[in-house]
């Protein structure tokens, strides 16, 4: 077997994105090209190995078939003053736009957003930022804008169970499936789940936990490079069932990407193509390759059986 090879990257953000301004990661070859590991500092061993074996899959070309060739996508719009959310939503060119909301501007921004667009599909995402109360009296307030859905208003499945009777407003699931891998559970609290494909094992695992949670689904980035994004179109023209507009439209926040061209929604939509190669400049962070190498060989060990 060819040793794979390790190309850790830099990139730079246009906005700061949940507290980034520059994301980390990791290109790893393979026998068919270049697959991307990029987990977050915080995130433990057993999510490394999941992020590995999507990279790994993505590198080896391991990808079911497509059913589609091309899927819808919404806008994102991060947590950003009013006037800058309504001008990103708009040059977005997309049907649905999902709006960062949790801090003392959320509903201004969703406001500046409806007033921009008013026949758009507007979804929320917190990210389990909101107590139950917090979250049934912001829902109730921001209800009269039309919302499609609020992504993980709180965090845990016992606040998603409690809020579910507060609110009429749908509910999606995020964290609940990402992280705490509430598969089974999850239909009972939430209307609409949230799939990304880095951090549940890759296309494969993902179209899995589709079937397996049996709700509405968006497959979403986890603020992937295009390189990582062309994993998540993959996996969204493979669902059996077609999916809601996907949370695909990342590429618009970075400044810099792995790939010469970035991929971005083109009128609203993206289709489906072999992932790019890096580009020959790629920001490289040799000083971060003994620390990807170790999270590396720790994610190994702990997906080999012993």
């Known amino acids: ?15 700061p994105f949940r507290g980034l301004e520059v994301r ?27 992020w590995l074996a999507a990279a790994f899959e993505q590198a080896d ?16 719009v991060p947590a950003v003053v009013p006037e800058q959310a309504a001008r990103m939503a708009v040059a ?13 501007q959320g509903t201004a921004r969703v406001a500046a957003i409806r007033e921009a ?35 993980q208003p709180v965090r ?9 009777v507060l609110t009429d407003v749908p509910l999606a699931a995020d964290e609940l499936i990402r992280v705490d891998g509430l598969f089974d559970e999850v239909a ?7 799939l990304k494909v880095a951090p549940l094992g890759g296309v494969a695992a993902t179209l899995a936990a589709a079937q397996r949670i049996g709700l509405p689904v968006v497959v979403s980035s986890a603020l992937d490079s295009s390189l990582g994004l062309a994993a998540g179109v993959a996996a969204a023209c493979a669902l059996p069932r077609p999916p809601l507009a996907c949370g695909l439209g990342t590429g618009v926040l ?24 890096p580009r020959p400049d790629l920001p490289h962070a040799s000083e971060d390759l003994p620390m990807w190498r170790a999270r590396i060989d720790a994610a190994l060990r702990h997906a080999t059986p012993r």
């Open 1 to 15: 077997m060819t040793p794979r090879r390790l190309l850790p990257y830099r990139l730079r953000l246009r906005t």
């Open 24 to 50: 980390r990661g990791c290109l790893i070859s393979g026998s068919h090209g270049w697959g991307e590991f990029a987990p977050f500092d915080d995130y433990d061993v057993a999510a490394d190995a999941r």
């Open 61 to 76: 070309g391991i990808w079911p078939q497509a059913v589609r060739d091309r899927i819808e996508v919404n806008a994102i």
């Open 92 to 104: 977005a060119g997309c049907r649905t736009v999902k709006v960062k909301v949790g801090d003392p």
């Open 117 to 151: 667009l008013p026949d758009a599909d507007l979804r929320i995402d917190v990210n389990g930022a909101w107590s139950v109360a917090q979250a049934a009296a912001q829902l109730a307030e921001l209800a009269q804008f039309g919302l499609e859905y609020a992504e």
């Open 156 to 164: 845990t499945l016992e606040q998603m169970r409690e809020l579910r």
């Open 188 to 194: 009972e609290v939430a209307d609409v789940a949230i």
């Open 254 to 277: 970075f400044a810099e990407d792995t790939t010469s061209v970035t991929v971005v929604p083109v009128d609203g939509s993206m289709t489906r193509a072999a992932p790019p190669p």
